[in-house]
Structure formats: structure tokens, C-alpha cells
């Protein structure tokens, strides 16, 4: 693959990008958490600017984006709508030209999916969509790595997501699965399955890549799974539907009962954080032995890194 094709682009969906390219990000990353771990300091991001948009609220995410842009040089800037008129009293489309005329790239965090493709289409800077109702492209980047560093190419594994099947993790899951060649099972209430759009397109890229994509309610078919993630079940944003939530997705903890039926005693155990243990996910599972959590919040970094470097260039 020739990296000068990621120059300039942005990234709103895993579904935009190709397996190769997907591939190329997984590699630059392991190379600068090598290089991290070697404790090198590079400059790569100096004279650039990013600016960091958020409607909700982030640890990870934008801890991720500041440090790895500004530890190489870079100048973040962030800007909550505390602070900044994003579609209140200026549209999205003027605060992208001019967001676009001072900034060498765009993070954002938020509600709508339209807001980031606005601003990806009006600011002509890369545009990193850190967040919306519909996807965590730079989330599920991170899972792939941390699936891979416990088990090799991540092609042929299998990946189960218990929980609330149409957040924006869980499809962002099912879009990147279904390029690498993952086999992803997404188990779910019938009421909770993702939109039958993407379902279809995904089912149609799967079959490219050999992954075998699943939806069911059944928690027994975590069995063989090499790695059972989870996340809450209540997004930001659908405060208002927590009992009925809880009510749906009880029997879906993620507790060691559940990990023993994978049948696998090297299963690993994923959630992108913030946890609520009690709830998606019981205290003994994920602060125990299988628990990958904190690699993955960690290789958040590593891969946003990856992102920045190939798509703003060395
Ligand atoms: N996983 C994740 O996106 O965490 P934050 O909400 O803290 O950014
Ligand atoms: N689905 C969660 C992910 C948080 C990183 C949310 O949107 O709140």
C-alpha cells in the first residue's frame, strides 16, 4: 500500500477506509509504542495545530489526542461548547472554513455523525471523528491492537460484544471486524440490534474478508470467542432511558460465568471505558486476570498517534 494515500483524509468511519489501510495504521502504531517504550521523543507534529472539539465529555479520548500530538511538537487546542459557538448562534459550516483556515487538523466529539462529515466537508483539513452517536472509529483501532498483541494477526479470531448491540461502539466494532476478516458475534436484545443499513453493507464487506458476522440474543454463543468486550449501557447522551436499559441488558453482565463459557481459559476480556462495574461488567472480571482494559485505554494513544503521523504527514 502506498502510505501518500493516507495524506489529508479524515476519518468519520472505518467503513471510508480499506483492510490495507486499516493495516497500515495497525503498523505505524506498534512502531510508536515501540518507540514510547524506548522512551525516544520525536518532533513530528512541530509548526502543526489541532483543534479538539467536544460536545460530550472525554478522559481518553482527548488525553489520547493531547499527548500524542503535543509530545511531538504540536499545539492542541481544546474547545468545549462552553466555549465555542458550534450550530448555537454560527453554523457548523462557518466554524469549519474558519476552524479550517487556522488549524492543520480537527478533532471532534459529539452528537450527530452529520456534524462530523460537516466539518470534514467545509474545513478542508483532516477530520478525526472522536466520537458520535454512531461510531468510535478510533476506539475499536485501539481493540484491534490490544486483540493483536495477545493473539497475533487478528484475522480468524473471534470477537463477541455483549451489551447494547447499536451504540456507537458496538458498530464501530461490527464496520472494522468485517474488514480485517474478524469474526464478530454481537450479542444483544432483539430491541437493541444495530440498523439493518449497516448490518447489510457490513454483511456485504464481511463476505469479502471471510469474517463471519453474528447478531443474537444468545450469551451462550460467546463460546470459542478469543475476546468478549463490553461497554456501558447507557451512552452519553440517552441518559433518559437508563431503567429501561437496565431492565433489557441485565441479563448481560459480563461476569466470570460469562467468560467460562467461551470455553477458553486465555479469553481476554475488553470494554473501552468509563466502566460501571455492577452493571455491564462485574468488578471480579474486569480488574481481574483476563481484563485487558487498560492496555487498550493506553493503546488509545499509541493508535491516535498512528492516525495523526500517516494522515498529516511526518
Ligand atoms: N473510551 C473512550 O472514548 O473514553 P473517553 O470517553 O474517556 O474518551
Ligand atoms: N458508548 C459509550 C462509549 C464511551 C466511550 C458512549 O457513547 O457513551
Same mark, same amino acid.
Given at each position: 500500500m502506498d502510505p501518500t494515500t493516507l495524506k489529508g483524509r479524515s476519518l468519520l468511519t472505518w467503513l471510508d477506509y480499506t483492510a490495507e489501510e486499516i493495516r497500515y495504521f495497525l503498523e505505524v502504531s506498534k512502531q510508536v509504542k515501540a518507540e514510547s517504550q524506548r522512551h525516544e521523543v520525536h &518532533? &513530528?507534529?512541530?509548526?502543526k495545530t489541532l483543534a479538539l472539539l467536544f460536545e460530550k465529555r472525554s478522559t481518553r479520548t482527548r488525553c489520547a489526542f493531547e499527548t500524542a500530538f503535543g509530545e511531538e511538537g504540536g499545539h492542541p487546542v481544546f474547545l468545549s461548547t462552553a466555549d465555542i459557538q458550534l450550530g448555537a448562534k454560527e453554523s457548523i459550516e462557518d466554524t469549519a472554513r474558519v476552524l479550517g483556515r487556522m488549524f492543520s487538523a480537527i478533532q471532534f466529539r459529539g452528537f450527530k455523525q452529520a456534524t462530523v462529515e460537516t466539518l470534514a466537508h467545509y474545513s478542508g483539513v483532516p477530520v478525526y471523528n472522536g466520537l458520535t452517536d454512531d461510531f468510535h472509529p478510533t476506539q475499536v483501532l485501539a481493540d484491534i491492537q490490544t486483540l493483536e498483541e495477545q493473539y497475533g494477526p487478528a484475522t480468524g479470531k473471534k470477537l463477541c460484544f455483549v451489551g447494547d448491540g447499536r451504540n456507537n461502539v458496538a458498530r464501530s466494532l461490527m464496520v472494522i471486524c468485517a474488514k480485517l476478516g474478524v469474526h464478530f458475534t454481537l450479542i444483544t436484545p432483539p430491541s437493541l440490534n444495530p440498523d439493518p443499513d449497516l448490518t447489510t453493507r457490513c454483511t456485504a464487506i464481511a463476505q469479502v474478508s471471510g469474517a463471519q458476522l453474528r447478531i443474537t440474543p444468545d450469551t451462550a454463543e460467546v463460546e470459542g470467542a478469543h475476546a468478549v468486550y463490553t461497554d456501558v449501557w447507557v451512552s452519553m447522551g440517552?441518559?433518559?432511558k437508563k431503567e429501561e436499559r437496565i431492565r433489557l441488558l441485565r441479563p448481560y453482565q459480563v461476569n466470570q460465568a460469562l467468560m467460562d463459557k467461551t470455553g477458553r481459559k486465555d479469553s481476554i476480556f475488553l470494554h473501552c471505558l468509563p466502566a460501571i462495574k455492577g452493571e455491564e461488567v462485574s468488578s471480579g472480571v474486569i480488574d481481574g #486476570?483476563? #481484563? &485487558?482494559a487498560w492496555d487498550q485505554a493506553e493503546n488509545r494513544k499509541h493508535t491516535i498517534k498512528a492516525l495523526l503521523l500517516a494522515t498529516l504527514g511526518y
Open positions: &518532533r &513530528r507534529f512541530e509548526g440517552e441518559e433518559a #486476570s483476563q #481484563s &485487558r
